[in-house]
Every structure is written in structure tokens, then in C-alpha cells.
């Protein structure tokens, strides 16, 4: 697990430095985006600052990436918004000592915040090539407690379980049963639900062998393609 650290504040000089360049656009992002917006959790707020956004980019938007939007990065998926990631991120409610299991891996950026904030963190990415280049890019910066798999995300990853903490980073028609079953007690899992144009970001808490399930706000995500989740626009039967 990497250690969560606060990043000394950028230093100010008369000369350009590419690196303290980012590191005060993150800064700003942090201020203006995540904090403005409600996200208190310190543990989450030291991990945005920390973790260089414009390396989980296509180079020729690394000057975009960290603005107050979604990015494309390939293969008809996403960078999700920082204040999402911040926001889903915090609703995990994460201590350091978890397990955690990441649906839709992308460019690998989520699971680098995770990976700041709990012991291990399993991804697992439908596209061959998103999830290999997230692989490489991930060790290359040091994420050691990552691991990216291939599969369908819908059906999680039952050989791992139980997790402590699912992220779903795709919108889903409804919550996949296998992820609720792979939650371990006290568990909770994070998914955007709800037709295409329009999801909702639900919390579910397993409690008892039950599940507690709040309904936190609007937002919008790349469908969850899968045996669970959608089938070019439609749910698998």
C-alpha cells in the first residue's frame, strides 16, 4: 500500500517547471472542485492531491486533465470527472486496512486513488488493451497493490472474495447480484443505476446478511457491459 502522506505546497519560481505546473493545477482542482463541493474525508482529499491525473490521460490532453469534466481516453470509455472519483471514492468510507474490488478499470486512475487508501485492490477491466496499458502504467508509478484482471465486471470476481469495499464505474440497469453476494460483512458497494442518460449513485451497506440501500444523487457513466449489466443498449437474459 502506498503511504498517505500531504504533499508539501508547490513551490513558486520565475522559471517553468512542468511538474510544479501539475502539481498546482491539482492543487486547484482539489480546492476548487473536490473541497467546494462538500468531499471532507482527508485521507480522500490527500489522495487527489497525490496522484498525477495527467499521467492517466492521452498525452495530447494532458493541459484538459484537470478540468472539471470526463475525458475520453479510448475504446468508447472514460476518465470519470475528479469531484466523481472524489465523491465515490469518499462513500467507501476506506481506513487502510480493506480489500476492495473495482469494476471498470479504464485508465487505471480510481484504482490509483484506492490504492492510496486500502491495503489491496482488485480491477477488473472488459477491454484487453484499456486493462494492459492500466497494468503497465500502474506499476510504472509504483501501485504495487493493484491488480488488474481481464473479464466481465458484472459478475465481479468471486475468487477473491469477500471484498470490503465494490466500486462500479459504469452505469448499471440494476445492481449485479454477484456483487452484492461478493461483499463482506459491513461491506459497501458504490454503483451508478438506471437507464443510459441517466444514472443514480446508489450505496448499498450489507448489514446482518441484509442490504441498506441509499440513493445519493444524479450522474452519468459509460454503460456496464456484461452478463449483469447491458448488451449493446439491452440487458442480457
Not at 486547484?28 to 473536490?34: K, L
Not at 472474495?161 to 445492481?175: E, K, R
Not at 440501500?213 to 452519468?220: A, D
Request: hydrophobic share 35%; aromatic share 8%; charged share 30%.
Amino acid at each position: 500500500m502506498n503511504d498517505i502522506r500531504e504533499p508539501a505546497e508547490p513551490r513558486v519560481s520565475g522559471a517553468f517547471d512542468f511538474e510544479e505546473e501539475m502539481r498546482g493545477l491539482r492543487y486547484r482542482m482539489v480546492r476548487e472542485q473536490i473541497e467546494s463541493r462538500g468531499i471532507r474525508d482527508p485521507r480522500v482529499l490527500e489522495a487527489m492531491r497525490s496522484v498525477p491525473r495527467h499521467l492517466f490521460v492521452p498525452e495530447e490532453l494532458t493541459w484538459e486533465s484537470y478540468d472539471d469534466n470526463p475525458l475520453p481516453i479510448g475504446e468508447g470509455q472514460t476518465i470519470s470527472q475528479p469531484y466523481m472519483v472524489a465523491w465515490m471514492t469518499e462513500l467507501l468510507r476506506l481506513q487502510g486496512g480493506e480489500k476492495v474490488l473495482e469494476v471498470g478499470t479504464g485508465s487505471g486512475y480510481q484504482a490509483a486513488i484506492l490504492a492510496r487508501l486500502a491495503r489491496e485492490v482488485w480491477s477488473v477491466e472488459k477491454q484487453e488493451g484499456l486493462a494492459e496499458a492500466a497494468r503497465e502504467r500502474l506499476r510504472r508509478l509504483g501501485f504495487d497493490n493493484v491488480r488488474v484482471v481481464v473479464g466481465d465486471g458484472s459478475r465481479g470476481l468471486p475468487e477473491h472474495a469477500p471484498y470490503d469495499a465494490v466500486i462500479v464505474t459504469a452505469g448499471s440497469p440494476s445492481i449485479p447480484q454477484p456483487l452484492l453476494e461478493q461483499l463482506s460483512e459491513g461491506g459497501r458497494l458504490v454503483i451508478p443505476v438506471g437507464p443510459s442518460s441517466l444514472q443514480t449513485l446508489n450505496l448499498v451497506v450489507r448489514e446482518g446478511g441484509e442490504f441498506r440501500r441509499e440513493e445519493k444523487g444524479g450522474c452519468v457513466f459509460v454503460p456496464l457491459v456484461g452478463k449483469y449489466g447491458w448488451r449493446w443498449g439491452r440487458r442480457y437474459t
